[in-house]
């Protein structure tokens, strides 16, 4: 089965950077996404990672490290529209995704 | 991309009785999936609606308790059968684009079973 482990909070000041982690644990893995859901919304797709390294679309990025099984969304020039939750999931083949519990970010001015 | 829709938005069910969700989307797709997601919790995978055959549940779904139907490309429906209080749920479809692990989401169904 799979496993996967992201805090369940954090808070940060707008204009600021920050960074999720997501920890996981998987019997086969092809690779780790990150979604964003707002209060009430659905989610939505922000980056695939299925190789080492950081992958940048716009002020999101996002890294992986297959050795580590670990990976983190990073945030720069916070915004108030960012508070939302963010979900790491993981695939383990056939496009099935197994998510994790999700991070609540709060963006605070 | 995709635009997804899903009938009914939200629904207050008695329980013993069933519910059936609709999506929609609007361009031909291979992949398609049904999620549960208690408020505030993660989501978790229910089945993959595949076109002409059987749906796939994950462990802890049965076909019983969650039929779905796929009867083209573009169409699918979930039905939570026999409803409980812990059926109390919403109810996501989306759709694979095969891009990586890009899935576009329906707006959800939020069930209340009383």
């Known amino acids: 089965g799979q496993s996967l482990e992201q805090p369940s909070e954090v808070t940060a000041v707008e204009g600021a950077i920050v960074q999720i982690n997501c920890t996981y644990q998987t019997s086969g893995f092809y690779g780790l996404s990150w979604y964003q859901q707002h209060d009430g919304g659905a989610p939505t797709f922000l980056s695939y990672n299925a190789l080492d390294g950081l992958e940048e679309t716009g002020r999101f990025s996002s890294f992986l490290s297959r050795s580590d099984s670990y990976g983190y969304l990073l945030l720069q020039e916070l915004q108030m529209k960012d508070s939302a939750s963010y979900f790491c999931?993981?695939?383990?083949?056939?496009?099935?995704?197994?998510f994790g519990k999700g991070t609540k970010l709060s963006v605070i001015p | 991309s995709a635009v997804i829709s899903q009938k009914p938005s939200r629904d207050i069910c008695q329980r013993g009785t069933s519910l059936t969700i609709q999506c929609q989307v609007d361009?031909?797709?291979?992949?398609m999936f049904w999620y549960r997601q208690q408020p505030g919790q993660s989501l978790t995978l229910i089945a993959t609606a595949n076109q002409g055959s059987e749906a796939t549940y994950e462990s802890g779904f049965v076909i019983d308790k969650f039929p779905i139907s796929r009867p083209n490309l573009t169409f699918s429906t979930l039905t939570v059968s026999n409803m409980s209080p812990e059926d109390s749920s919403i109810y996501l479809c989306?759709?694979?684009?095969?891009?990586?692990?890009?899935?576009?989401f329906g707006p959800g169904t939020r069930l209340t079973v009383t």
């Open positions: 361009s031909q797709v291979t992949m």
């Open positions: 999931a993981v695939s383990a083949g056939s496009y099935q995704l197994t």
């Open positions: 989306s759709v694979g684009t095969g891009v990586g692990n890009e899935q576009y």
